[in-house]
């Protein structure tokens, strides 16, 4: 997209500002989200930005000028003892070392203590104790004044109504609801039949989250139905002449008999702090209730005092934020994909944005329907999330935001790369480009051939595939398995290790199981579990001959699992053979018709390949150069453990590879999903879990560590 010009800047600053200050009303008063925190925030530093770059168009009503929220209203109002302030967010490592080096410069002969604190997802409460006695419960309200919602801060049980010492104090902390009770509450909203509480948005509808739910618990006018709800809290700050070190901060709270959250820890170093935050980010869904980043603190008093605050943020503390599962950015372009069946999805090309662990630049729009759907327009500012922690999607366009100049995406009617009509059947979603020899198409269908569900060739990236083809060395899959060194050397960034190496990995890939070989090519409706229900028929048709062969790893695990040794005497045909013997024998349709789980669309488009002479052509060839199918023997095919049971695999594993994991899984009679839904049976974990260990949680999904799924595996 072009650079903004100052008056298009001016425009757009107040978009921003009015979908905060909606946004902010929505969330603190109404106790609802249009959009999540996370793509809020990123919105918010939009404005930040662009305020930064522009300052004389800095208003006195920004958000940015402000601290806290709006007053619902329903309750008194009482000013503030201690102005409340906020943190500065900080969303990676570098953000936390550049505030380090801010803090170092402004007193660069001190030497910092860091401590580190859990941050509790909830709603801030201040209490007012004099002479121990519980008086006083405000919200933060707008940083000056906040709301009396004493009467509700007093039945939650964990907030004592008096200290165990007479003291005179103020506290602030957070009042959050756990996941047992969230889920406990919503199960009884959903069974409502009556107009639901204040809170809810709706009838018989659930709260989204477990801070909407204790926020809008907090404001019940009535009591008694704050206190059904069981809420809870942990309390972190002390004002006034008692305020010392943030350690004993936490520990005189707790000492006084006010809930604290135990996992805060003391760092002498940067380094230490950054491993906590790690440690934390992969184990903080074991936890009761939700955090969604760590505050981070200067410990010493005397450092906090002389290093002060700005208008709105305390120098010497600032709050680190996970990264989220759904935030938001602006779509700088749309464009067309051409897939390797002739599929064209609209993509939209984005302002990076970090989401779910990594650096996001594109999200699928799916198809024309779902363009004209969700009105996706280049321009847009738009909810991003990655579905099944994969693939990024776009989640919806936030309207408000849209730039004045937008105008509609049409979809076109040839495809971007042949310019061929694309042909869309009745009743489908997705346009299709017919051209069997759409260059476009080619090209997946090379990716696709050399990728670990297909021959597993891993030296043979995107980047080489497509100097192949650049060069006229690659034009169908069997020209792979032709490569010489010659033709090699002479490429870009080849010299002879690589070359070597390459050649090696593609010899090795020469052996290959029916189901990989099956995959490979990509045929429409046959997916990986299609292809190994296939095997069984296809290899009964089959003449096969005992030789010994260099197997790759990907055939290795599928047929002898811990079983460490390359060459096998085991049994192959060819590609000829495969073909010939499907098409020679008459009944072949039939059977494979009977096969359980082949629709009639995968059975027509089955053979459909196989009957095109370029593709009997391509085999031959496959078999001239040595590409041999191995026999394949399906082991403990109903092993009670894994049959029929849906498995999702998330996580790194010591022991196994994700892939190998899957066809143990597959060979079990298992099958694999790539999202944990209702329907999922096990989640099988390893290290840096994410979001999916946290919805299994949510689900009651089984879930496997890496020793107890060795342990079944090994069975």
């Known amino acids: 997209m072009p650079e903004m010009s100052k008056e298009e800047a001016k425009k757009h600053l107040q978009k921003l500002r009015e979908f905060i200050s909606d946004w902010n009303y929505q969330y603190f008063i109404e106790n609802k989200t249009s959009v999540s925190e996370p793509a809020r925030d990123k919105i918010k530093r939009e404005l930040e930005d662009l305020e930064a770059k522009y300052p004389d168009l800095i208003t006195p009503e920004s958000p940015t000028q402000r601290i806290g929220a709006p007053l619902s209203g329903k309750f008194p109002k009482i000013k503030h003892k201690t102005q409340k302030q906020s943190l500065q967010d900080v969303f990676n490592l570098e953000e936390i070392e550049d505030w380090e080096k801010r803090v170092q410069k402004m007193l660069p002969n001190a030497h910092f203590e860091y401590i580190s604190e859990l941050k509790i997802d909830g709603l801030n409460i201040t209490l007012w104790y004099i002479d121990g006695i519980l008086k006083?419960?405000?919200?933060?309200?707008?940083?000056?004044?906040?709301?009396?919602?004493?009467?509700?801060?007093?039945?939650?049980?964990?907030?004592?109504?008096?200290?165990?010492?007479?003291?005179t104090i103020e506290v602030s902390g957070e009042v959050f609801m756990s996941r047992k009770s969230f889920d406990k509450l919503n199960k009884s909203i959903e069974k409502m039949c009556d107009s639901p509480s204040e809170g809810v948005r709706g009838p018989g509808k659930a709260f989204v989250n477990p801070r909407n739910a204790a926020a809008g618990t907090v404001r019940q006018l009535d009591p008694s139905i704050t206190a059904s709800r069981e809420l809870s809290a942990f309390f972190y700050s002390l004002y006034g002449k008692l305020s010392t070190d943030q350690s004993k901060v936490l520990q005189q709270l707790k000492d006084w008999g006010l809930p604290t959250e135990a996992n805060w820890k003391i760092h002498k170093d940067i380094k230490g702090l950054e491993k906590y935050i790690q440690d934390w980010d992969k184990k903080r869904d074991t936890l009761g209730y939700d955090t969604d980043g760590v505050v981070i603190k200067i410990n010493d008093a005397e450092h906090q005092k002389r290093l002060g605050s700005t208008a709105r943020a305390p120098r010497w503390a600032v709050a680190?934020?996970?990264?989220?599962?759904?935030?938001?950015?602006?779509?700088?372009?749309?464009?067309?994909?051409?897939?390797?069946?002739?599929?064209?999805?609209?993509?939209?090309?984005?302002?990076?944005?970090?989401?779910?662990?990594?650096?996001?630049?594109?999200?699928?729009?799916?198809?024309?329907?779902?363009?004209?759907?969700?009105?996706?327009?280049?321009?847009?500012?738009?909810?991003?999330?990655?579905?099944?922690?994969?693939?990024?999607?776009?989640?919806?366009?936030?309207?408000?935001?849209?730039?004045?100049?937008?105008?509609?995406?049409?979809?076109?009617?040839?495809?971007?790369?042949?310019?061929?009509?694309?042909?869309?059947?009745?009743g489908e979603a997705i346009s299709r480009c017919p051209n069997n020899s759409c260059p476009a198409r080619t090209r997946e269908e090379l990716y696709h051939f050399v990728s670990k569900g297909g021959f597993n060739i891993d030296a043979l990236g995107q980047k080489i595939v497509d100097q192949l083809v650049d060069k006229s060395l690659v034009v169908t899959p069997a020209d792979f398995f032709h490569l010489s060194y010659e033709e090699l050397i002479v490429l870009d960034l080849f010299e002879q290790k690589r070359t070597e190496n390459l050649l090696e990995a593609i010899e090795t890939a020469k052996t290959v199981t029916l189901s990989r070989f099956l995959f490979a090519f990509g045929i429409r409706h046959i997916g990986q579990k299609t292809a190994r229900d296939l095997v069984p028929e296809l290899q009964r048709g089959l003449s096969f001959k005992k030789s010994k062969v260099l197997v790759s790893k990907a055939a290795q695990t599928t047929l002898f699992g811990e079983d460490e040794k390359t060459n096998h005497h085991i049994e192959t045909v060819t590609p000829t053979d495969l073909y010939e013997s499907i098409l020679k024998d008459d009944g072949k349709r039939e059977k494979i018709d009977s096969v359980e789980g082949l629709g009639p669309k995968a059975v027509d488009s089955f053979f459909e390949w196989f009957e095109n002479e370029d593709h009997q052509h391509m085999l031959d060839k496959m078999t001239e150069f040595g590409v041999k199918i191995i026999k394949q023997t399906f082991v403990n095919e109903h092993d009670p453990n894994f049959e029929g049971k849906s498995f999702v695999i998330t996580g790194s594993f010591k022991e196994r590879s994700r892939e190998e994991i899957k066809q143990i899984i597959l060979r079990k009679g298992g099958k694999v999903g790539s999202a944990v839904t209702s329907k999922t049976d096990i989640l099988c974990v390893g290290e840096k879990a994410g979001s999916k260990l946290k919805k299994a949680q949510e689900f009651g999904t089984e879930i496997w560590d890496e020793k107890k799924m060795l342990e079944n595996i090994d069975k």
């Open 136 to 167: 006083k419960a405000l919200t933060r309200g707008d940083a000056i004044q906040g709301e009396d919602v004493t009467h509700a801060i007093k039945t939650i049980k964990s907030i004592p109504l008096k200290l165990r010492e007479p003291v």
């Open 320 to 426: 680190y934020k996970y990264p989220a599962e759904q935030t938001s950015t602006i779509v700088e372009d749309i464009v067309l994909q051409v897939g390797r069946t002739g599929a064209v999805t609209p993509v939209a090309e984005l302002k990076p944005v970090f989401v779910a662990g990594s650096t996001v630049s594109r999200a699928t729009l799916h198809n024309e329907d779902e363009i004209i759907r969700k009105d996706v327009r280049v321009g847009d500012t738009v909810v991003i999330h990655k579905a099944g922690d994969i693939i990024p999607e776009v989640v919806e366009v936030i309207t408000k935001l849209r730039p004045d100049s937008s105008k509609p995406f049409h979809f076109p009617k040839a495809c971007p790369v042949c310019e061929t009509a694309l042909t869309r059947p009745e």
